[in-house]
């Protein structure tokens, strides 16, 4: 029991010491500054370029009796960022958070002091210079964080996510449970490019120009009892983005907000299966949805799957649940069908002006 309870008092006063005595005196870190933040103690540096870093860093690692594993860095308004070999010398960080800066150098080796520490990685209106627009060899540093649990790249120029983005060869990101992409400039998400993150809760892709949704763009390794949360809302997505089987892959229960698209029509080969589940979720409000004989299947299916849809609003302003079956009669008409066979892209006016008529003769 004494012996507890000196191992206690122990503990304790040694976690006072590290925090009261964590910043070392100003001159240090300078330019950067070294700061306690409620409970946590890290490095901000403002205004200050790469090369300054290494060489501050790298000095401080020299030194003994200076505290070297710290909760945050953060960096801000660089406008020549260049992340060279080591800049973080042997300081170790748990987050990482750069901000309004121009990243033009990035090397694979810059962060490594921290690829074990690091949780939390936050790139937050960034621009990236040319070739790492395209994500590839981003991402080869970013899987590089085996501990890593939230990644946010928001606001950046950020191009596209490269196939199996977070794909390792002998271990896996396990503890990565929340990625935030929105507000980037992404046209591509590649195939598999989340496939071995099995407990990922939420995959934020909205505000981008996402045009393509393949079979294997949410699929995954593993299936996992936890839903996941894929937001694509305001993307490119319309009717035809989506390929067959698209999130036939993903093993679990979806949350999927595909708000503010340009979507038409929801294809029952896809849709169908997702929506009978009644612990899916999809969200489809601020779509231009035409609600004619392609999204008949909707109300014939309804009672399976008006549960899972949200926000499916037609072009009259109404949700489409507010219509039935008989609404949909002239479907089955050999004529009508033409109707629904006009392909091309200025067509939704006349389709909607040909289900006005039909609704008015069948009744
Ligand atoms: C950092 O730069 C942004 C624009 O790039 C500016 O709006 C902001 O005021 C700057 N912040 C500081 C602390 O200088
Ligand atoms: C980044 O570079 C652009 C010009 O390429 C410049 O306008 C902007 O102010 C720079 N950002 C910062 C934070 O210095
Ligand atoms: C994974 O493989 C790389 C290269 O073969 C090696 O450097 C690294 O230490 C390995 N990591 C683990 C966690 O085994
Ligand atoms: C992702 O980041 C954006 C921009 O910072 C923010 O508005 C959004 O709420 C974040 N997403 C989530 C799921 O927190
Ligand atoms: C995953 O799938 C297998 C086989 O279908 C099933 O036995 C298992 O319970 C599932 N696990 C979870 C976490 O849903
Ligand atoms: C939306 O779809 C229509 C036709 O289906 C097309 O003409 C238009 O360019 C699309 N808009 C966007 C922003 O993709």
Not at 216 to 245: G, H, M, Q, V
Request: proline content about 1%.
């Amino acid at each position: 029991m004494k012996m507890w309870l000196t191992l206690l008092l122990c503990l304790l006063s040694q976690a006072r010491l590290i925090s009261s005595e964590s910043c070392p005196g100003k001159s240090v870190f300078f330019p950067c500054q070294c700061e306690y933040s409620s409970s946590e103690v890290g490095l901000i540096c403002k205004k200050v370029d790469g090369q300054i870093i290494e060489t501050v860093f790298n000095e401080v690692s020299k030194l003994k009796n200076v505290y070297k594993n710290f909760d945050f860095f953060q960096i801000s308004n660089a406008s020549v960022l260049k992340l060279s070999e080591n800049i973080l010398g042997d300081l170790k960080f748990a987050s990482i958070f750069i901000f309004d800066s121009n990243i033009t150098q990035l090397d694979r080796n810059a962060l490594k002091s921290s690829h074990k520490e690091v949780e939390e990685l936050i790139l937050q209106q960034i621009s990236f210079i040319g070739w790492l627009r395209d994500g590839n060899y981003l991402f080869e540093i970013l899987k590089q964080f085996e501990n890593l649990r939230k990644l946010s790249i928001t606001n950046t120029n950020l191009k596209s996510i490269p196939e199996n983005a977070f794909l390792r060869f002998n271990a896996t990101q396990e503890k990565l449970f929340w990625i935030n992409l929105s507000h980037n400039k992404i046209q591509n998400v590649g195939d598999f490019a989340f496939y071995e993150l099995t407990n990922l809760q939420t995959i934020d892709l909205s505000y981008n120009r996402i045009k393509h949704i393949s079979k294997d763009t949410f699929a995954f390794w593993k299936n996992n009892s936890l839903e996941i949360k894929i937001d694509l809302s305001n993307n490119f997505l319309s009717t035809k983005c989506f390929e067959f089987a698209a999130f036939s892959n993903a093993k679990r229960n979806m949350f999927l907000n595909l708000a503010f698209n340009n979507i038409t029509h929801l294809e029952e080969s896809i849709f169908a299966s997702i929506l009978r589940d009644s612990s899916n979720r999809i969200v489809v409000n601020n779509n231009p949805f035409v609600c004619n004989c392609k999204n008949a299947w909707i109300i014939k299916d309804r009672k399976r799957v008006e549960r899972s849809l949200l926000g499916l609003y037609c072009e009259d302003g109404n949700a489409i649940f507010e219509r039935n079956v008989n609404d949909y009669h002239y479907c089955s008409l050999k004529n009508v069908d033409i109707e629904d066979n006009i392909c091309g892209c200025s067509t939704l006016k006349m389709v909607h002006f040909l289900w006005k008529i039909v609704a008015l003769a069948v009744k």
